[in-house]
């Protein structure tokens, strides 16, 4: 009895030990990281017996000489490699085969150096991590490493700035009559007076030739000569910014060819969209629940001039916009009838453009043109009315319109004033608005306005 009673603690500790050694064994295990097709070399600290894998479509695990084991990553994924000694000792490794982005990480360094960008793989996946100037980089650093793998995971931040940048757009929608403009031989664009630095053709129309615009302004324009041709091949557009396009379009507007419909300015965050309507809505019913239930509604329509742009300052100091404006009017004589109601069509002319250009270029989106008939009929009371001789006493008038919209923009790059920046000098052209203003304006103002007085009686 005393023997077996020994004899059970014996076995028991026994393989309480053995219980021990494994657990330890499996608590040492070491870590490694390959990537997929490349091999390692792993010294291992006394002579090999055998070497398993869990995996062997992940891991390739073979022993080179007593005391090296060579490693290759066959496949994307995790495996579990055991090697024991010529005493039985047991080591054991948890391998992970991830993907190899060497290339990666040089292709980002070479494209972007002023950026701190780390890329990491963990097994089919590819987290970029760091700090990145601005969201451009940010997303073309996403667009490499979709390359190497379909999961990224961007954990870049982009550095702020104490005040973002901000794009002012000044933008001109104008209506170009087509017929008037023919009579004076003149279209708005340029084809060969050199300040077109980019330009889309279609070659639909001939280009013909104007003289003397400066006459029509009274000086010389600055970027045009005495004579240049001008044509509407254009379609897209832009100048130089030493252009002045402003006193161009007032010489048009002098010869009513050319009718100014808004001249909106718009502010948008750089990235962000920003959006102008000047128009107005219209009332269209809707029938509910089929034509037989007879259940009505109204629903309102938006029709005017509508602009909608996104823009992006990019890191060559450019702005990349993303365009689209739309002019849209009331057409009653497509209009349809409904329980009495007339409900009228829309004429709409839209247009949606990509473009980038520096700082204060203009570029214009044109080529909208809209084309209409009309005929006008006047009669002689009574006698215009005769079955056989009214036709003498009437008079039919046909009348040919034919416009284009065109779209001048020009961006500008503004930052907002931070609470420690200098405020610039405010001038008020009356009092009233001087009394509207905060004191420390009010006795800047007054301040200017003696200051502007005493040196008005010195003179005198």
């Not at 037989?292 to 100091?317: W, Y």
């Not at 409900?343 to 453009?353: M, W």
């Not at 250009?357 to 044109?366: P, R």
Request: proline share 6%; net charge positive.
């Amino acid at each position: 009895m005393t023997r077996q009673s020994l004899h059970i603690p014996i076995a028991f500790s026994a393989a309480l030990v053995a219980l021990g050694a494994g657990m330890c064994a499996a608590q040492s295990a070491e870590d490694l990281r390959l990537t997929v097709g490349k091999s390692v070399v792993i010294d291992y600290p006394s002579d090999v017996r055998q070497i398993s894998t869990s995996n062997p479509e992940i891991l390739d695990a073979s022993p080179v000489t007593t005391r090296e084991i060579l490693l290759h990553g066959k496949g994307l994924g995790a495996a579990t490699m055991v090697v024991w000694n010529k005493t039985g000792q047991r080591t054991f490794y948890n391998v992970t085969v991830e993907l190899n982005i060497d290339p990666l990480r040089r292709i980002l360094h070479e494209t972007f150096p002023n950026d701190d960008i780390q890329p990491r793989s963990s097994r089919d996946s590819i987290s970029l991590n760091g700090r990145v100037s601005n969201k451009e980089v940010a997303d073309r650093a996403v667009l490499l490493a979709a390359a190497f793998s379909k999961t990224v995971v961007n954990n870049l931040q982009v550095a702020g700035t104490p005040m973002e940048k901000q794009i002012l757009l000044r933008v001109k929608f104008a209506e170009l009559d087509r017929q008037a403009a023919q009579q004076y031989g003149v279209n708005l664009f340029s084809t060969g007076a050199g300040n077109t630095p980019a330009r889309i053709t279609t070659g639909q129309f001939s280009a013909p030739s104007i003289s003397q615009v400066n006459s029509a302004i009274g000086a010389p324009t600055k970027g045009f000569a005495s004579s240049f041709s001008v044509g509407d091949a254009l379609n897209l557009f832009a100048f130089r910014p030493d252009l002045n396009l402003g006193a161009f379009i007032k010489a048009l507007q002098s010869k009513d060819v050319l009718q100014i419909l808004a001249e909106p300015n718009l502010v948008a965050t750089n990235g962000q969209e920003a959006y102008f309507l000047v128009g107005g809505e219209f009332p269209v019913p809707v029938l509910q629940g089929g034509a037989n239930s007879g259940a009505v509604t109204v629903q309102f329509r938006e029709f005017g001039i509508r602009l909608i742009f996104t823009p992006q300052v990019t890191e060559n100091k450019t702005i990349k916009m993303h365009l689209r404006q739309e002019v849209s009017t009331l057409d009653l004589a497509n209009g349809v009838q409904l329980n009495g109601f007339t409900i009228p069509a829309l004429s709409t002319r839209r247009a949606e453009t990509n473009v980038e250009l520096g700082e204060g270029q203009s570029f214009i989106v044109a080529g909208l043109v809209d084309n209409r008939e009309t005929d006008q009929f006047s009669k002689i009371p009574v006698l215009g009315s005769l079955p056989i001789f009214g036709s003498l006493f009437k008079t039919k008038d046909e009348r040919k319109t034919s416009t284009e919209l065109v779209v001048m923009v020009t961006p500008e790059v503004t930052t907002p004033l931070g609470p420690n920046d200098p405020k610039p000098s405010v001038y008020f052209p009356n009092d009233f608005l001087v009394r509207l203003q905060p004191k420390d304006v009010q006795n800047n103002a007054a301040k200017d306005m003696k200051s502007g007085t005493k040196a008005g009686k010195k003179k005198n």
